[in-house]
């Protein structure tokens, strides 16, 4: 039986966010606490903390396609929720590298982004991680849920009385031009689970100014075809 949130006291929490953060290294301002601090308080103590022991074939498949990361390439990940951070468990195991998890939703059971699927996967593969360091840098790891309706939220009475704590990227929820240079970054790569939704494209083509940018878009489809 799967133990619930109220046997993750703040201790426990925090491991597994070092498990995450661990590794980050240029990229460590832009790793979110938020949603370790979210879990934390959590109103719902009882969600039961669990995730299975492999990450979902979908996920697999996307990793079996990267490359061997380069440093002079910055990865940007957007992904729906708890896939995004299964493929950042993904890149620790495959290549040994680091998610900055940019991540700023304040989850609530009573909200769109109620948290009750990535909170359990948050903490699980936190801890786990915290059993596998990072070697390389890291990516940037979007949440493609922060703009969107929860899943399961097609109850209209459910839609008129949640809280929205939905967001949009802001100018400080990633590296600039002249941060990137420092950090030796010469090219981004962007990978995206439909089209780039309008605030990461709105990045990207910011990120057009300085370095060469590449754009992998409609990875849903792409999964739904091998399958």
């Known amino acids: 039986m799967a133990l619930t949130l109220e046997a993750w006291p703040e201790r426990r929490i925090l491991q597994a966010m070092r498990g995450w953060r661990g590794g980050c290294g240029p990229l460590l301002p832009w790793f979110r606490a938020t949603p370790f601090a979210a879990a934390h308080h959590y109103r719902d103590r009882m969600l039961p903390i669990d995730c299975p022991a492999t990450a979902p074939p979908a996920v697999k498949q996307v990793v079996a396609t990267l490359p061997a990361p380069a440093r002079e390439t910055l990865w940007i990940f957007d992904l729906p929720g708890a896939l995004a951070l299964w493929l950042g468990y993904e890149l620790r195991c495959r290549f040994r590298l680091a998610s900055a998890l940019c991540w700023n939703g304040?989850?609530?059971p009573r909200g769109i982004l109620d948290g009750r699927e990535e909170i359990p996967v948050l903490l699980a593969l936190g801890q786990r991680l915290s059993r596998r360091p990072?070697?390389?840098g890291s990516c940037l790891l979007f949440d493609a849920r922060?703009?969107?309706e929860a899943p399961g939220a097609e109850d209209p009475s459910r839609r008129a009385n949640a809280l929205d704590n939905r967001y949009a990227l802001s100018e400080e929820d990633a590296p600039t031009l002249d941060q990137l240079g420092q950090m030796g970054i010469r090219r981004a790569h962007a990978h995206t689970w439909s089209a780039p939704a309008?605030?990461?494209a709105g990045y990207l083509d910011y990120l057009e100014r300085?370095?060469?940018?590449a754009v992998t878009d409609r990875l849903m489809l792409k999964v739904e075809a091998r399958g």
Do not use: K, N, Q
């Not at 300085?210 to 940018?213: D, P, Q, R, S, T």
């Open 146 to 148: 922060r703009e969107t």
């Open 134 to 136: 990072a070697a390389r």
């Open 210 to 213: 300085g370095i060469a940018v």
């Open 198 to 200: 309008v605030d990461l």
């Open 106 to 108: 304040w989850y609530d």
